[in-house]
């Protein structure tokens, strides 16, 4: 079974800074994986996904992920980040496990 | 274009009281799925259902039941409520790549 990790549990940005989270994952067949989004009182969404094919994945709102077989890693990125994306985002694999999330705080 | 529907969306329960959180879906997906989200933990997986007619534990299954009662309906159901079962709810139905619809969540009490 394939599981994921995320290891920074809050980050601080200011408004601007550019973004990466990290996400490692397990070895595990077939590899399928997600980020998704909680902004402040609501449920998941889905920011981006990757199946196969291109490494580089873009999503939703100026978010791209890499998938980077050599080190197990989906980190998602963004060059910029705004006040509105200050939210809680979670990377998961095709077991439908989540990791335990990140909660980001952009600051004005 | 409902989605996700969850039921109650905010619930306060006595410890050894019992209740069930429904969770329906208008988009024909065979897979549905529960999960409790709790500071710090992210969400862990308690039951899903594959498909109709099957149920499977997940990651945290002890002290809740479920039932898959047809394609659109999975419940969640604790028979005796305890505070460790404090959480915020949420359903998922499963599209085939394993893409994921949430329900608005319950935010559950128990006192």
């Known amino acids: 079974a394939q599981s994921v990790s995320q290891h920074n549990h809050h980050v601080i940005l200011s408004e601007a800074a550019s973004l990466e989270l990290g996400c490692n994952y397990s070895?595990?067949?077939?590899?399928?994986l997600f980020w998704y989004v909680q902004y402040p009182g609501q449920h998941l969404q889905l920011l981006l996904k990757?199946?196969?094919?291109?490494?580089l994945v873009k999503g939703i709102k100026g978010f791209e992920a890499e998938f980077i077989k050599s080190k197990f890693s989906f980190n998602l990125r963004k060059p910029s980040v705004q006040w509105s994306d200050t939210a809680e985002y979670f990377c998961?694999?095709?077991?439908?496990?989540f990791g335990a999330g990140t909660r980001l705080t952009v600051k004005p | 274009n409902a989605g996700v529907t969850q039921t109650p969306k905010f619930q306060v329960l006595k410890t050894g009281q019992s209740m069930t959180l429904q969770c329906a879906q208008d988009?024909?997906?065979?897979?549905m799925y529960w999960y409790r989200q709790d500071p710090g933990m992210g969400l862990r997986l308690i039951y899903y259902?594959?498909?109709?007619?099957?149920?499977d534990k997940g990651e945290v299954p002890n002290g809740y039941n479920v039932s898959r009662l047809n394609k659109r309906e999975f419940s969640l159901r604790l028979e005796s409520a305890a505070p460790s079962q404090t959480s915020v709810y949420f359903c998922?139905?499963?599209?085939?790549?394993?893409?994921?619809?949430f329900g608005q969540g319950t935010r559950l009490t128990v006192v």
């Open positions: 998961a694999s095709n077991d439908m496990r």
């Open positions: 259902s594959a498909s109709e007619g099957t149920t």
């Open positions: 998922a139905s499963i599209r085939t790549e394993m893409l994921a619809f």
């Open positions: 070895y595990g067949g077939t590899v399928n």
């Open positions: 990757y199946f196969s094919g291109d490494p």
């Open positions: 988009m024909n997906h065979n897979s």
